[in-house]
């Protein structure tokens, strides 16, 4: 995707509604600081679907990018010029590139993010797998497997609307996918790789259910971390990635998307959001 890569001074910043909870700004900063782009900023901005529209119309030529957090994902799409295939998929952008044009490009880091955060903890491919929970996450989830699972996706949802949504991803993303009630959810732990996309407290009561020798937990919360979850799978001696994991790899490829500098600095990235984490 075509990128402004200049030093001059750029602003770019993260959009939302709540907002003030994320840590992009501090991802961001920190990527500015090693790679030299002292005249970079980056800030966070409330704004929700109906404001949208003027905040974006109100933008300069200094804008660099723009990161996406809910609810405006979907939102965003009939304001860009184009989005990628990526984003295409889940109809749903989480970042936005000003190019030199003045094109606003759409892309997803969501779901590279994943694939990267996976493959960091040796996960380069599975025969099969299970998602706790069916929102927006879940989506992006199948869109991950749909590049590195072989075999079937069973997705443990709490009513037939989600049920027939996740199995409608599955056909768009041609992904085999096979939904089961959250009250048998404690079987998708023993899946080769569990991905649970669920708010914060839905997962702990499955805590208890983890087996002896666990495989793999892709967690995408990470405040407060660990989850109930998290902490008893590490303590079976089971790998597991964090949401931090995914929320600084889809960070990396944003700043390379705006900066146009590869590759971003992961470690300092990281070492700011634990930081960051860690006096909240």
Request: glycine share 8%; aromatic share 6%; with cysteine.
């Given at each position: 995707m075509p990128?402004?890569?200049?030093d001059?001074?750029?602003?770019a910043?993260?959009?939302?509604?709540?907002?003030?909870?994320s840590?992009?700004?501090?991802l961001h900063?920190?990527?500015?600081?090693?790679?030299?782009l002292?005249?970079?900023?980056?800030?966070?901005?409330?704004v929700?679907?109906a404001?949208?529209?003027?905040?974006l119309?109100?933008?300069?030529?200094?804008?660099a990018?723009?990161s996406?957090?809910?609810?405006?994902?979907?939102?965003?799409?009939?304001?860009?010029?184009e989005?990628s295939e990526?984003a295409a998929?889940?109809?749903?952008?989480?970042?936005?590139?000003?190019a030199?044009?003045g094109?606003?490009?759409?892309d997803?880091?969501?779901?590279?993010?994943?694939v990267?955060?996976?493959?960091?903890?040796?996960?380069?491919?599975?025969?099969?797998?299970?998602?706790?929970?069916?929102?927006a996450?879940?989506?992006?989830?199948l869109?991950a497997?749909?590049r590195?699972c072989t075999g079937?996706?069973?997705?443990?949802v709490?009513s037939a609307?989600?049920a027939a949504?996740?199995?409608?991803w599955?056909?768009?993303l041609?992904?085999?996918?096979?939904?089961?009630?959250?009250?048998?959810?404690?079987q998708?732990?023993?899946a080769?790789l569990?991905?649970?996309?669920?708010?914060?407290?839905?997962?702990?009561?499955?805590?208890?259910?983890?087996?002896?020798c666990?495989t793999?937990?892709f967690?995408?919360?990470?405040h407060?971390?660990?989850?109930?979850?998290?902490?008893r799978?590490?303590?079976?001696?089971g790998?597991?990635?964090?949401?931090l994991?995914?929320?600084?790899?889809?960070a990396v490829?944003?700043?390379?998307?705006?900066?146009?500098?590869?590759?971003a600095?992961?470690d300092?990235?990281?070492?700011?959001?634990?930081?960051?984490?860690a006096?909240?």
């Amino acid at each position: 995707m075509p990128t402004r890569a200049t030093d001059d001074a750029r602003r770019a910043a993260v959009l939302g509604k709540p907002i003030a909870h994320s840590l992009s700004p501090v991802l961001h900063r920190a990527a500015y600081g090693e790679l030299g782009l002292a005249d970079w900023s980056y800030e966070r901005f409330e704004v929700d679907e109906a404001g949208l529209p003027g905040f974006l119309a109100s933008l300069g030529p200094e804008w660099a990018g723009l990161s996406l957090t809910m609810p405006l994902k979907r939102a965003v799409i009939p304001l860009v010029d184009e989005i990628s295939e990526t984003a295409a998929s889940v109809d749903a952008v989480n970042t936005v590139v000003f190019a030199e044009d003045g094109r606003r490009l759409g892309d997803n880091t969501d779901i590279p993010g994943m694939v990267a955060a996976l493959r960091e903890h040796g996960i380069e491919q599975v025969g099969s797998a299970a998602i706790l929970g069916a929102g927006a996450t879940a989506s992006s989830a199948l869109a991950a497997l749909a590049r590195i699972c072989t075999g079937e996706v069973v997705a443990y949802v709490r009513s037939a609307e989600r049920a027939a949504e996740m199995r409608h991803w599955g056909e768009r993303l041609d992904v085999e996918v096979r939904t089961a009630d959250w009250a048998d959810a404690e079987q998708a732990l023993h899946a080769p790789l569990v991905i649970a996309t669920t708010p914060a407290g839905t997962t702990d009561a499955l805590a208890g259910a983890v087996p002896e020798c666990p495989t793999t937990l892709f967690d995408v919360l990470y405040h407060p971390w660990p989850t109930a979850l998290a902490a008893r799978w590490s303590m079976f001696g089971g790998a597991v990635v964090s949401g931090l994991d995914l929320l600084v790899h889809q960070a990396v490829l944003q700043v390379e998307q705006m900066t146009g500098r590869s590759p971003a600095p992961l470690d300092a990235m990281r070492r700011a959001g634990e930081k960051a984490l860690a006096e909240r």
